[in-house]
């Protein structure tokens, strides 16, 4: 960049000089017009016939030293310009290669990276799996060490079992031993007799013992518990027979003022049906009392010409001829 | 006519209805029997049923009640009838015998 710097300052004083050396010029057109020339100071104009004056001819080769200088300078300047585009094309490739070996660089950095990542999922699976791995051997061990806990209790249970059997067995033996050796004595030996009478009478003492401690206390309780349920069921009953019904108000018979029937051309006219319906004038229960030899039920016989038997009659002969029956 | 040879079967009848009724789920709400005897000898008695059965007449009158009732009375022929009052009639009495022979030429010169 410094380099850079000092050639335009080096340029921008060479310009400068050369306006310089342009403005002595046109000071030297303005005072003598004779030595006008074409414009273009770089080619004398032609037909120019040279002066004898030798200020002149210093001052034409002063112009054309200072011509030649000035294309010179301007060369030079066109060649500083060239290097300086050329230092800037080579600061732009070194830049551009710069960018182009960070681009590598950061694409290299990238690549670490994405590698680095699928490293760390590759682990992170690898993790997993062996997490489930671990896992389900885990359940497994779990799975069977349960199984081995039941195989265990169950082991326990029949051993369990089979002490509770032996533990029978030898109850059962010892009550057999026992009673063994009670019955032997009864039986084989006038002492053992004697033993047995004892035993016996032992246990009858033990038997009125315990009637007179537990049985001879309560029977007076029972027996006046009895008699005062006995006295209490002759009062409710003495009670139900001879008091008057109390009926609640709800259940009270409200007496209704009933219509009598009127027979009219041999047909009941019933001016009241519904309520007749509601009160039945007479029912006979679904069970009659009595026993089944007794003629409890009342028949009644009637004359099959009268009104309302005759229709009846009429009726079911009626029907008997036309269905059948059943 | 008199009923009084009637008189023991119908009372049988009549105790037993009841309880025929109440095998069928029936309430036995029965108000009067009444046994008759008509001029050809049809012996009937008629279970006469309460008015407040009607809510239920078609359980009562169902043929499968009657259909029981015929059966459980050893074959008795059964009626509902529903004119005139609700009631049950049974045919104490043999079915009337039909004549074994009708003479063609008889019937057709009348």
């Not at chain 1, 760390?120 to 081995?148: C, D, N, W, Y």
């Not at chain 2, 022929?77 to 063609?104: D, Q």
Request: aromatic share 6%.
């Amino acid at each position: 960049m410094n380099s850079t710097r000092q050639r335009i300052a080096a340029l921008l004083a060479l310009t400068f000089m050369a306006q310089m050396l342009l403005g002595c010029g046109a000071n030297i057109s303005t005072i003598n017009p004779e030595y006008l020339t074409t414009p273009g100071y770089a080619t004398p104009a032609p037909g120019i016939i040279g002066s004898p004056n030798p200020a002149y001819a210093d001052a034409q080769a002063t112009m054309d030293a200072g011509q030649s200088q000035l294309l010179d300078l301007s060369r030079k300047a066109t060649e500083a310009s060239l290097n300086i585009s050329q230092a800037a094309n080579a600061a732009a490739q070194a830049t551009q290669e710069y960018n182009q070996r960070q681009q590598v660089e950061l694409d290299y950095q990238a690549t670490v990276i994405s590698l680095n990542i699928a490293q760390a999922a590759a682990t992170q699976k690898f993790i997993r799996q062996q997490t489930k791995m671990a896992g389900e051997a885990t359940a497994v061990a779990l799975s069977s060490a349960a199984a081995a806990t039941h195989s265990a209790y169950l082991v326990h249970v029949t051993q369990t079992a089979q002490a509770q059997a032996i533990l029978d067995a030898q109850a059962s033996q010892t009550a057999q031993a026992v009673a063994a050796s009670t019955a032997y004595p009864m039986t084989a030996t006038p002492f053992a007799l004697t033993q047995a009478v004892l035993l016996m009478q032992e246990y009858d003492r033990e038997q009125k013992s315990f009637v007179d401690r537990v049985v001879s206390p309560l029977l007076p309780i029972v027996a006046t518990t009895f008699a005062l349920l006995l006295l209490i069921l002759i009062i409710v009953l003495a009670r139900r027979r001879f008091m008057p019904v109390t009926w609640p108000p709800r259940l009270r018979i409200v007496r209704v003022n009933v219509n009598p029937l009127n027979m009219i051309d041999g047909v009941i006219k019933d001016h009241d049906l519904p309520l007749h319906r509601i009160i039945p004038s007479e029912l006979t229960p679904a069970n009659p009392s009595g026993l089944p030899g007794e003629n409890t039920v009342h028949v009644e016989i009637v004359n099959a010409t009268e009104p309302p038997f005759a229709h009846w009659i009429a009726e079911v002969e009626h029907q008997l001829a036309t269905k059948g029956g059943l | 006519m008199s009923a009084n040879h009637y008189l023991p079967a119908a009372q049988n009848v009549a105790q037993a209805i009841p309880g025929i009724l109440a095998e069928q789920g029936l309430d036995p709400l029965i108000s009067r029997f009444v046994l008759t005897e008509t001029e050809g000898g049809d012996a009937w008695l008629f279970v006469v049923m309460d008015d407040s059965i009607s809510e239920f007449l078609e359980s009562y009158a169902a043929t499968s009640v009657l259909s029981h009732l015929s059966t459980a009375l050893h074959g008795h022929p059964v009626i509902f009838s529903n004119s005139y009052g609700l009631r049950y009639a049974v045919l104490l009495s043999s079915l009337p015998n039909l004549p074994k022979m009708i003479h063609a030429h008889s019937w057709l010169h009348r």
